[in-house]
T-cell receptor, first 117, second 114 residues
Framework: AQKITQTQPGMFVQEKEAVTLDCTYDTSDQSYGLFWYKQPSSGEMIFLIYQGSYDEQNATEGRYSLNFQKARKSANLVISASQLGDSAMYFCAMREGRLGSARQLTFGSGTQLTVLP | DVKVTQSSRYLVKRTGEKVFLECVQDMDHENMFWYRQDPGLGLRLIYFSYDVKMKEKGDIPEGYSVSREKKERFSLILESASTNQTSMYLC?????????????FGPGTRLTVL
């Protein structure tokens, strides 16, 4: 089974609107972490936001927020007030195991977001 | 700021050639990783290393080997390149007790094998 599933290969959003990128995960660990990365066409991976499995509040970083629903095993990324520069590939990733013990991240297949003017 | 550099942004090689992809990080990170990225498949882990001279196989190690002789440098080796190894290769590093175990990525090497 896929550990990280991103079901939206491509998404379009109008500039200044909000958009939600879906991510579901599968793990039997109680302690884990969820990440979102952005990859512009230039290729570099940019860390956006992190949510720990024991964090009670949803993570937020500027225009990015993570809608964490533990029971549903989902960790959707919400981008508010989309900008043209948000057009990129977005990856959801998971670290299994407690902080410091795990080394690997498992990535989803990505969602290509296009912001329309 | 953490900096991860990769020796080439673009590389073109012929089938059967031995290929070296080099990655260097300047933040004294113990962990280093090599991924390949293909459309529709996301990033898949090839190998990782958690210390000098230590290495572990990732999800797709076949056809690849790695070398970590110094802490800051992690090399990916294609012993005999094949066309199905045409891909984007990304190197990353992290500190085992760093914030969230976040991985920091290099700019990537787009390898074409003819």
């Amino acid at each position: 089974a896929q550990k990280i599933t991103q079901t939206q290969p491509g998404m379009f959003v109008q500039e200044k609107e909000a958009v939600t990128l879906d991510c579901t995960y599968d793990t039997s660990d109680q302690s884990y972490g969820l990440f979102w990365y952005k990859q512009p066409s230039s290729g570099e991976m940019i860390f956006l936001i992190y949510q720990g499995s024991y964090d009670e509040q949803n993570a937020t970083e500027g225009r990015y927020s993570l809608n964490f629903q533990k029971a549903r095993k989902s960790a959707n990324l919400v981008i508010s007030a989309s900008q043209l520069g948000d057009s990129a590939m977005y990856f959801c990733a998971m670290r299994e195991g407690r902080l410091g013990s795990a080394r690997q991240l498992t990535f989803g297949s990505g969602t290509q977001l296009t912001v329309l003017p | 700021d953490v900096k991860v550099t990769q020796s080439s942004r673009y590389l073109v090689k012929r089938t059967g050639e031995k290929v070296f992809l080099e990655c260097v990080q300047d933040m004294d990170h113990e962990n280093m990783f090599w991924y390949r990225q293909d459309p529709g498949l996301g990033l898949r882990l090839i190998y990782f290393s958690y210390d000098v001279k230590m290495k572990e196989k990732g999800d797709i190690p076949e056809g690849y080997s790695v070398s970590r002789e110094k802490k800051e440098r992690f090399s990916l080796i294609l012993e005999s390149a094949s066309t199905n190894q045409t891909s984007m290769y990304l190197c990353a590093s992290s500190h085992p007790s760093g914030q969230n175990n976040e991985q920091f990525f290099g700019p990537g090497t787009r390898l074409t094998v003819l």
